[in-house]
């Protein structure tokens, strides 16, 4: 019997709890600038019906609503649960009005994949930074104040995001692993989720750096898009003469499609042929077509266009989708195009509308190009119009709201492309063409993480954020492969991302971002064979098994008590 109540006591002492709890680094507003904080960030699940409901006070000067929503679902993706049983619990408490946003996602991705999967977490771990894309953890702003304030809250170790080593602080440059020694912390830069979740169970992370296979299907396809833009090239310099001011700024980009080839970047060589031709058109249109032609051209194009357009098949994968994004929006652009060459006519501003012309042609060209990729993929997912409505709302809150944090560090001026993106995607969902707005969305996120991760970098700077990058998209692709899924329009901007890095480290930055982003679209979308999780509630059982073993221990004192002698 004493084997079995020392049984039923350690399971009540070990038995986990559905409840969990973090220390959470932030910045608050002060009249001297922004100043460190700590709040307390708790967190409990139980059986439900997928919700999450959040609970923040002093309330948080920006909404970490989506930031949080986003957070769960990366963790649940993480350990390919599905959650969608489960109601999420989060509560964050501070001493004053914290700055929320995105600058919380890492934190919110650990502590709720910690009570998923019931591990305990490090007290004196820390970390800062959001949570993107296909886990990986991205650049957030007042890192210096965040170390400092973990100094003074028994923390020993800090995670940060891939960022800068020496950043301004207080009017000084200051570098940040220096600084953080000085005062006792230990800072290390993590790039993924799985990362981070390693250091909180007292673990080192194994770095993964994975070749990718390049599905077949999307060599031959890109390869023989490339060959028709670039065979384009050639026959639009036969047909029509340049002058050598022309032909040199033509050359330029013919010389670099031929170098992308040589290295195997097919996706690099479209681009720099397409760039050609669209040069070559609009040479040609401005020299050749008056203000009566331009007029007639321009409305052939758009007949053109539109008849291409409504002949397009339906999506039904994923790759299906991804390729009629990237062929409409050309489409789009190509019309969009097309009407401002007609306002510019009306306006008699000739040239321009010819410009717009020559432009529209080869962007027209381009979709039919793209539109080889149709039917190529045998996935099983199938899509329509009504699913991707969700998706594309989502992606314009998460833009929006990194777009609100930015608004902290950095004038709103600066932040007018981005906004304009976003217009754009909350104009296409008004018009429910959702693939659009889902690629536009994407982008326009993408663009704000890219500001958000350069704050403080120059050229320099940059380089190794991107090299960190490139890797890690490496490792995401090489997993959507494993998956039976290859991200052509991720795979695409890697690539050229990849070959613009010892020309434009900012320009291959911002499309290793795109890159990033729209490798997972998948995660939008209800994934088969996840885990089915049941969560226990373990207060109750405890309290039950603690009943029942006080019966126990009653029964055992009852059943020795002395009896009384009765006599004959």
């Given amino acids: 019997m004493r084997p079995l109540i020392l049984f039923l006591i350690a399971i009540i002492l070990i038995a986990p709890v559905s409840a969990s709890s973090m220390k959470l680094l932030a910045v608050t507003q002060t009249n001297d600038g922004l100043k460190g904080t700590i709040a307390l960030l708790d967190m409990d699940v139980k059986d439900g019906a997928g919700r999450i409901f959040i609970d923040s006070f002093p309330l948080s000067k920006i909404d970490t609503q989506i ?325 594309c709302l989502r992606k314009i809150l998460e833009a929006k709201e990194r777009v609100d944090y930015l608004e902290v560090y950095i004038p709103l001026s600066l932040l007018e492309d981005i906004s304009d993106e976003l217009k754009t995607a909350v104009k296409y969902s008004e018009e429910e063409s959702y693939e659009l707005c889902l690629f536009k969305a994407s982008k326009a996120k993408a663009q704000a993480d890219a500001i958000l991760s350069s704050m403080g970098a120059g050229e320099e700077g940059l380089k190794p954020l991107l090299k960190d990058m490139l890797v890690f998209i490496k490792q995401n692709i090489f997993e959507q492969t494993q998956k039976g899924h290859f991200p052509i329009v991720g795979y695409s901007y890697y690539e050229y991302s990849n070959s613009l890095k010892e020309d434009s480290v900012v320009s291959a930055y911002i499309y290793a971002m795109y890159a990033l982003e729209l490798s997972n679209l998948d995660m939008y979308f209800p994934e088969k064979n996840l885990r089915q999780l049941r969560i226990i509630n373990w207060p109750l059982i405890q309290l039950m098994i603690l009943s029942g073993l006080i019966g126990i221990l009653i029964g055992i004192m009852i059943s020795k008590k002395p009896k009384a002698f009765l006599g004959s």
Wanted: aromatic share 10%; glycine share 6%; hydrophobic share 40%.
């Fill in 67 to 391: 930031s949080t929503r986003f957070a769960q679902q990366m963790a649940c993706k993480q350990l390919m649960v599905d959650c969608s049983k489960i109601d999420f619990f989060y509560v964050i408490r501070a001493g004053s009005s914290i700055i929320g946003g995105p600058s919380a996602g890492a934190a919110l991705a650990v502590l709720t994949t910690s009570i998923l999967d019931n591990f305990k977490l490090r007290e004196d771990v820390a970390i800062t930074g959001t949570i993107n894309s296909g886990g990986f953890i991205g650049p957030v702003g007042g890192v210096m104040e965040k170390i400092v304030v973990a100094a003074k809250n028994n923390i020993s170790l800090v995670l940060i995001p891939s960022t800068v080593d020496v950043v301004n602080h207080s009017n000084k440059s200051v570098n940040i692993y220096e600084f953080a020694e000085e005062l006792g912390i230990q800072v290390k830069e993590v790039v993924h989720l799985s990362e981070a979740i390693s250091y909180f169970k007292g673990e080192e992370p194994v770095k993964i750096d994975t070749a990718i296979e390049i599905n077949p299907v999307y060599g031959d396809t890109m390869a023989m898009l490339a060959g028709s833009l670039c065979n384009r090239t050639n026959f639009l310099l036969n047909k029509f003469s340049l002058n050598e001011s022309e032909k040199e700024r033509v050359n330029n980009l013919t010389i670099k499609a031929d170098q992308a080839l040589a290295n195997q970047q097919v996706y690099s060589a479209a681009s720099y042929c397409f760039g050609a031709n669209t040069l070559i058109s609009q040479y040609y249109a401005k020299r050749t077509y008056g203000k009566k032609e331009l007029a007639v051209v321009l409305f052939k194009l758009q007949l053109e266009i539109r008849a291409f357009w409504d002949s397009l098949p339906k999506y039904k994968t994923l790759t299906d989708l991804e390729s009629y994004t990237i062929v409409v929006e050309r489409l789009h652009e190509a019309l969009e195009l097309v009407k401002e060459g007609s306002d510019n006519l009306k306006d008699n501003k000739t040239l321009i509308a010819a410009g717009n012309y020559g432009f529209a042609v080869e962007r027209f060209h381009s979709a039919e190009s793209w539109s080889q990729f149709y039917g190529k993929s045998d996935e099983e997912s199938e899509f329509n119009l009504t699913a991707l409505k969700s998706p």
